[in-house]
Each structure stands twice: as structure tokens, then as C-alpha cells.
């Protein structure tokens, strides 16, 4: 089950309550490492469950870090030892269809902030990510999680079904049948049994997750950007005809056999030195 007074999915609330543990506080904390952002939801106290301000800030937030040419990479993580506990329930309330899906299309926003931009972004996850923090783990490049993070999409919990691109990013890593049944009968999933799910793409001791997230978000960020962004759109533009799969991939190939990169990845090579991507 979710957190006491979070569930999972992004709440669907007036956007006009600020807690009084929030106030004054950014929702969102942005620190760089050379050219790696590292982005933390900072609502320790409610284990960073996702109200108004925090999804607005997060969007924000991963689309400035889209724009600025000296971020190379974006690591996503938690205040307080916890990655997301889900949607902020003390925050939700009914409301009509129409206002709904405006808040609901708030929610995707940061997904599609994630999706759309051609930077790797990887999750450090500790502690629990439920409902949308299962989602918005799943929906980064690579997620390395602490060995005692939990998962659950636990959007049922308040008669809700998954948002925040939940039914893509799950079915494309644990398969569909095992999908409906995560979504359907909720229950948490940690440690070896999330890697082994393929939930997850690293396992580390508890404590050390966003050290090894700034390692592994370092190491992208000096790969060729143009080449790690083609990889990104080629799984986003699935599914596809794999005939369709093999033009797409001509096209792509060709443009990149044009860049500077490529011309620096052969030179490095030649010279027997590493390749200094990005920089032509």
C-alpha cells in the first residue's frame, strides 16, 4: 500500500495549497557536477509526494536543464533517504472532468519533459517510490536503485488507474501480463526481485544510490550526445513495423555519420586516445 496520505498517481488538486512545511522552500533543489544536473524533489516530511508546486517545478525544472547546453545529463532523485511516495492525497479533491485533465496533463508534462529531451536522465532512487514515484522512476534512461527501495504502483489504492506514462514504461520493462498484474493486484517489489524484474537497472547498499547515479550520469555525459539522443527517440517512436525500424535506423545512422562526433570518435580511435564528444 502507499504511503499514510499519499497514493499513486499525481494528485488532481487545486493548485492554491501550499503546505506550511513548504513554505518558503523550493520544491525542487538543482545542484550541478560538471555537466551532470542532479534535480531533488524536497518534500522530505510527506516523502516527496507530488502536490501542484512540486509537478510544476519538476517540469520546470528538467525543461531548463533541456535548454542549457552545459548540462549533458540529469539525475532525478529525493530529499530525506525517499524517492516519491506518490500523489499527495491531503491535497486531492473531486472535480470535474474537464479540470481534471488539465491538472492530469500537468502530470505528463514532466514525463514528456523526460521523453522529449535528447539528454540521458537517470533516477537515484532510496526508500520508497510509489504509484507515480514507480512511474516517474521507470519513465528516466536508467534507474539504480538502493538494495531496500520499494516499489508499487499502488494507484488503485484511491480508485485510480496510472498516469505519468506508467503504461508505457512498465509493460516495456517487466513485459504486459506482468504489467497488468503489478497494476491490478499491487504490491511492493524491492531488491533483488526488482532487478530482477527488470524494474531496475542497478542494485546498490542503501545510502549510496546517488553516488553511483552521479557515476553512472557522468559517464553518459561524455558520451557522443547526438548518438545517446538518437537512441532515445528510436525507443520513444516505437512501436513501429520492423521494416519501418530499419529505415528509421538508416536515417538516423546517416545523419550521425555527418557529425562531429562521429569525426571525433574515429579520430580518438586513430590516435588511440578517449573521444571528447560534444565539444565540436
Request: aromatic share 4%; glycine share 10%; charged share 20%.
Amino acid at each position: 500500500m502507499s504511503t499514510p496520505g499519499t497514493a499513486g498517481t499525481a494528485d488532481t488538486q487545486d493548485t492554491s495549497g501550499v503546505s506550511a512545511a513548504d513554505e518558503g522552500r523550493p520544491p525542487v533543489l538543482v545542484e550541478d557536477h560538471g555537466a551532470v544536473r542532479v534535480l531533488t524533489m524536497n518534500r522530505p516530511e510527506l516523502r516527496n509526494a507530488i502536490d501542484m508546486p512540486l509537478r510544476v517545478a519538476l517540469a520546470e525544472a528538467l525543461e531548463e536543464a533541456d535548454r542549457t547546453p552545459g548540462v549533458r545529463s540529469v539525475v532525478l532523485t529525493g530529499a530525506g533517504g525517499a524517492f516519491c511516495s506518490g500523489g499527495d492525497i491531503s491535497s486531492m479533491t473531486r472535480l470535474p472532468r474537464e479540470k481534471a485533465y488539465e491538472r492530469a496533463q500537468a502530470a505528463q508534462r514532466v514525463v514528456r519533459a523526460i521523453w522529449n529531451t535528447p539528454k540521458p536522465v537517470v533516477a537515484a532512487v532510496e526508500g520508497p517510490a510509489y504509484g507515480a514515484g514507480t512511474a516517474l522512476a521507470l519513465a528516466c534512461d536508467r534507474v539504480v536503485s538502493a538494495a531496500d527501495a520499494r516499489y508499487a504502483t499502488t494507484f488503485t489504492a484511491v480508485g485510480l488507474a496510472g498516469d505519468m506514462g506508467i503504461y508505457v514504461s512498465l509493460p516495456a520493462r517487466i513485459g504486459p501480463a506482468r504489467a497488468r498484474q503489478m497494476l491490478m493486484l499491487p504490491e511492493p517489489v524491492k531488491g533483488e526481485a526488482a532487478l530482477a524484474l527488470g524494474l531496475v537497472d542497478a542494485l546498490v547498499a542503501p545510502g549510496t544510490a546517488l553516488t553511483r547515479a552521479l557515476e553512472d550520469a557522468t559517464r553518459l555525459a561524455a558520451g557522443p550526445p547526438l548518438a545517446l539522443g538518437t537512441v532515445k527517440r528510436m525507443f520513444s517512436e516505437t512501436p513501429r513495423s520492423p521494416l519501418d525500424v530499419l529505415d528509421a535506423e538508416a536515417d538516423h545512422q546517416a545523419g550521425l555519420f555527418d557529425s562531429d562526433d562521429f569525426a571525433e570518435g574515429v579520430a580518438a580511435f586513430r590516435e588511440k586516445r578517449a573521444p571528447r564528444f560534444g565539444v565540436g
